[in-house]
T-cell receptor, first 116, second 113 residues
Framework: GAVVSQHPSWVICKSGTSVKIECRSL??????MFWYRQFPKQSLMLMAT?????????EQGVEKDKFLINHASLTLSTLTVTSAHPEDSSFYIC????????????FGPGTRLTVL | GESVGLHLPTLSVQEGDNSIINCAYS??????FIWYKQESGKGPQFIID?????DKRQGQRVTVLLNKTVKHLSLQIAATQPGDSAVYLC????????????FGPGTSLSVIP
């Protein structure tokens, strides 16, 4: 089956630093990747949609300058949390969808970000 | 961000009983619905899906029911087992240019041995 990986699986950083999270589709080409954030005891909240080779589309209320998304290839998307603060501490999950016509959306294992 | 995230409701069931988890979705134009299982500290795992032109779909021990009139989705788990304890998330695919998937609030299922 389709596998999506994320790296790192967890990260702890100091307030004010930037953190990059990678999302890779391991055995398929992902034209579209999605980034979600999940706070404790809550559901997943969609942050942005990224398509390979074009700018990401951000959901309302998500700061594009704070959460930089790059989808440089059909197998890799990155999310950079810039100048992280404690309120950015969360579980970040990516998902990837294959080529046009495929219904499936496959999720990565998530990245736990803790900002001190 | 777009979200219907609220604090998770909980459901406790006895091992061996059937579980019914409900979800209200938001967009009448959504054409595809999915149930996911999420264990602590992990990403969502696909359980079962249903297209909007169907009312019911069955899998192994799971059944999804769709009522488009009242925008309601349910997941039935037969003979619930301790390994079924997890958070269950419903999701709808919104027919936009990117077909994004939006999650409902989810339900935390606890199976009592």
């Amino acid at each position: 089956g389709a596998v999506v990986s994320q790296h790192p699986s967890w990260v702890i950083c100091k307030s004010g630093t930037s953190v990059k999270i990678e999302c890779r589709s391991l055995d398929f080409q992902a034209t579209t990747m999605f980034w979600y954030r999940q706070f404790p005891k809550q559901s997943l909240m969609l942050m942005a949609t990224s398509n390979e080779g074009s700018k990401a589309t951000y959901e309302q209320g998500v700061e594009k300058d704070k959460f930089l998304i790059n989808h440089a290839s059909l197998t890799l998307s990155t999310l950079t949390v810039t100048s992280a603060h404690p309120e950015d501490s969360s579980f970040y999950i990516c998902s990837a969808r294959g080529l046009a016509g495929q219904m499936g959306q496959f999720f990565g294992p998530g990245t736990r970000l803790t900002v001190l | 961000g777009e979200s219907v995230g609220l604090h998770l409701p909980t459901l406790s069931v006895q091992e061996g009983d059937n579980s019914i988890i409900n979800c209200a979705y938001s967009n009448s134009a959504s054409d595809y619905f999915i149930w996911y299982k999420q264990e602590s500290g992990k990403g969502p795992q696909f359980i079962i899906d249903i297209r909007s032109n169907m009312d019911k779909r069955q899998g192994q021990r799971v059944t999804v029911l769709l009522n488009k009139t009242v925008k309601h989705l349910s997941l039935q788990i037969a003979a619930t087992q301790p390994g079924d304890s997890a958070v269950y998330l419903c999701a709808e695919r919104m027919k936009t240019s990117y077909d994004k998937v939006i999650f409902g609030p989810g339900t935390s299922l606890s199976v009592i041995p």
